[in-house]
């Protein structure tokens, strides 16, 4: 069999009939349940550059600081000792204040789920996954393109909850059918019934991050003293690009911090849009803005478990539009990566991509957007699957073709070994020159759990598949996720516990729930 | 701007009108024509499990050896202290043989364009890249799936030429309406008409790649005795895995060896199939059959400029069919990588999968696979763009999605610097609190070349995606090749070589060609 020629169907023998396709079912849960990277992380500045970048951040966090719409956050600055200047709403930052700050967040910590199996680590070159959180839009073959609504909503977090290499959940969309004041209750209410792994929560006031906060206690059938002590949910914290934090984020990293609650703080720096054109400036400003929420989550707590977040990309340079998953995007990659290593802190980055549908451009994007969070020592990797349109749909096809790529990537991360069993130099002896290894016996007591078995790759013949269809990826990621929904089962939790779920929802609805900040 | 919501299109401020896009016009070129690869490669063995799998390899070669087919190739072999069994045909290697061939291997050296700007370096940390070799078929989204034919070819060779990130030729389809006795003049005489880059020769016959060399010495105005000074053309030598070296592969090393041109050495080793289950166990036999194929290539001529080349993947565990882009596939790589620097020469590897059509299976594998060649610090990539369906296919589609592929891999090869400018605190400075970067003076003069360029990548909001015809990627795709082709001219070549050229081939097709052997 020759790599160019004769590699033809007819060509390659097939196993012998003894071995069916059922006997194949191996414990993938257990490889992709828990991620730990092997690989050393890609170095693209010195440490000099490094050094010159967070002196920066810093410097201008004296000199400019960042504007802070919360009075309340500001008093907190002020109250630690920062500069503010009421009239501009500005907080300027000694770099003293910043290093405290840092001296107590973190390095690694524990996000706690409802069975401990579904505990996830957060830093410590452990891999935590969550799905695409945010999108309006969902997307999928059969209905096409609508504003999300909570059933939607629902099935995504059963196809978190379904797939072992999503360990962390996410508002995967908007369900823009429940008003915004009961849309807390009823995300959080969905997170808790139909899945074990760690619930997201939006940043949209204190009202409605009390109400989660209570709801997860129910779940856990914990008091709230309890509650606090350790990390059961968390939260995306965007700061307004450039310089600027708004009201709930700032309210948020107060909550999430005093609660001891996870929150990733994530400026969206856009080179040449809302941040510099050049990526190190891009993440000069970033670092800069994640700083200063880092250190209002340990004013309000130290020791708080916060995550420093990079979504560093940069627009196209004819329409301005973002633009995701480029080489640049992946240089920010690794260049942030190296900034949280520096400051010691858990690092986020993303999967993400620019297309409309789910085809080569958003698999090119995505592997260019996970290869560059993996490289880069990725702690948590949001959007990891599902995210399309730049952000703005969620797509199902999507979610199942990331599955299929963060399957591959964490089978990667599984140790290669050559012991003299590996090396099978009597296997290769016993098999003839010409001859194949199909039936050697080091072959037959392996073949079951030698290889990665895909979910969605496709590696029928031409006319097999042709004749099945000629059905792309993303068109047979379809019957995918339809079939996982259709068999979902949610995990067990007490009776009593959904029970007292469902009327903290029902009375906090009628109650009239909360608004998020005007 | 916020990375869950509002990041919607109208949101996002445009550039300024002053910017036409037509001023986007950036050299790519001289960025794509030489790749030098800037990441400490990957390893997944220890230097022992090296050592072992080498040691074990070699000891293979002293105790079983291989089938070599070629009587004449076995005479060498005898002649340089082998030990050959003429009534098996097998080929025992003793190490210290193995040995001396390494020694004389060359760690690096040029290939010789027609024009010097296109010399290509292998080794030293160089990317070069190849297309597709070898597929029966070609594909495309207009005329379907059909046998490739000489204009194919032809069209292939012209992609190749129009984008810098492919450096050397290849056999880019099987043009199956040219007779195999004159089918190798017509596919040089292409070559070396359409393109000024080192041009690729198969391995079918001393006839044949004499008639190959002569073209090129008339292409480049050379007598034989210069042409034999430097590399000018490349060949890649597939073992008949296990163990075993064909008639024509056996004597094309030995051809190409003694004319100093550059050979890889590329055993087709799918574990589970013609190799051992255990990629250590495939890699061990890759590298058994490597050595045999470089020590006759130094026997033939010492300091022959060879490549270790690899081509290990899986079959799929439940159809024995072969899968490319695998995980396996990636880790093989980073294997392979380690065994080849443990040899000091120059390794191939590449750019493959099984997918049918050029969906997101096609961009997943395709990105396993070039992610796993760069960071286990591959030197020569073949197949880096349009091989399709396991190699049964040539796609135009899929050439024109590789491309982008590997342009954005080449931009990531570029510094990412952080100089003061770089890092822009001015910049920041000049711009308020939720204000943005568009208009700043620091945007401006570095906007028109600071970010990558796509060529397929469409980053246009969904709305006005929908309204251009929602096109996926493959769909685009088509566009870009034919413009590439509409638009084609062939490089400048001296009339009387053009003219030598063609006589050159007319002569010996009504001679009758040559035939390989049967």
């Known amino acids: 069999m020759d790599e160019t020629q004769d590699a033809r169907p007819g060509r390659v023998r097939r196993r012998p ?5 059922a006997a194949i079912d191996i414990d993938a849960g257990a490889r992709y349940s828990k991620l730990r990277n092997p690989f050393d992380p890609i170095r693209v500045f010195s440490d000099d550059e490094v050094e010159n970048i967070h002196v920066s951040a810093l410097s201008l966090l004296e000199s400019a600081g ?8 500001r008093a907190r600055f002020a109250a630690a000792g920062a500069d503010v200047d009421e009239s501009t709403q500005t907080v300027r930052l000694d770099r003293g204040l910043v290093e405290t700050a840092l001296a107590t967040a973190p390095r690694t910590f524990e996000l706690q789920a409802r069975v401990p199996r579904r505990n996830v680590t957060i830093g410590d070159r452990h891999l935590a996954i969550a799905p695409v959180v945010g999108p309006p839009n969902v997307l999928d073959r059969e209905r096409g393109r609508r504003p999300g609504t909570l059933k939607d909503f629902c099935d995504f977090i059963k196809l978190c909850q379904h797939y072992p290499s999503i360990h962390i959940l996410g508002g995967c969309v908007e369900p823009q059918d429940v008003a915004l004041n009961v849309r807390h209750l009823e995300l959080t209410h969905a997170q808790l019934t ?10 949209r006031g204190s009202g409605q991050i009390a109400d989660c906060f209570a709801l997860i206690c129910l779940a856990h059938g914990i008091p709230q003293e309890e509650f606090v002590k350790h990390a059961y949910a968390y939260t995306v914290v965007n700061t307004n690009s450039p310089r600027q934090l708004d009201t709930a984020m700032a309210e948020g990293i107060i909550d999430f911090a005093q609660a001891g609650q996870m929150v990733i703080i994530t400026p969206f720096t856009l080179a040449g849009a809302m941040a510099p054109v050049t990526i190190a400036g891009a993440l000069t400003l970033a670092h800069l803005e994640a700083l200063v929420g880092i250190t209002l989550a340990q004013i309000a707590r130290p020791g708080a478990p916060v995550v420093y977040g990079t979504f560093t990309s940069n627009v196209d340079m004819k329409s301005g539009a973002p633009a995701f998953g480029t080489p640049e995007f992946t240089k920010a990659c690794f260049g942030a990566g190296q900034l949280a290593r520096r400051l010691g802190i858990p690092w986020r980055s993303s999967n993400a991509t620019a297309s409309n549908c789910p085809d080569a451009q958003s698999a090119y994007e995505a592997e260019m957007s996970i290869w560059g969070a993996v490289l880069a020592g990725c702690d948590v990797m949001l959007h990891g699957a599902g995210w399309l349109e730049g952000g703005l749909s969620a797509s199902l096809e999507k979610f199942v073709l990331d599955i299929e790529m963060l399957q591959m990537m964490a089978e990667l991360f599984q140790p290669l070994t050559a012991t003299p069993e590996d090396i099978a130099s009597e296997a290769i002896l016993g098999v003839d020159p010409g001859g194949h290894f199909f039936a050697s016996p080091h072959t037959m007591q392996r073949y079951r759990t030698a290889f990665y078995t895909p979910l969605v790759s496709d590696r029928r013949n031409y006319g097999q598949w042709e004749a099945a269809g000629a059905m792309s990826a993303a068109e047979r990621a379809t019957a995918i996720w339809k ?30 729930g909360a608004l998020p900040p005007s």
């Open 66 to 73: 960042m504007r802070v719409l919360s009075a309340p956050a």
């Open 194 to 203: 139909l899945s074990d792994k760690p619930p997201f929560i939006f940043c």
């Open 17 to 21: 009939s003894a071995r069916p396709s």
């Open 483 to 512: 079939k996982v929904l259709g068999e979902f089962e949610a995990p067990v939790l007490d009776t009593s516990a959904v029970e007292a779920l469902t009327a903290y929802v029902q009375r906090r609805s009628h109650e009239g």
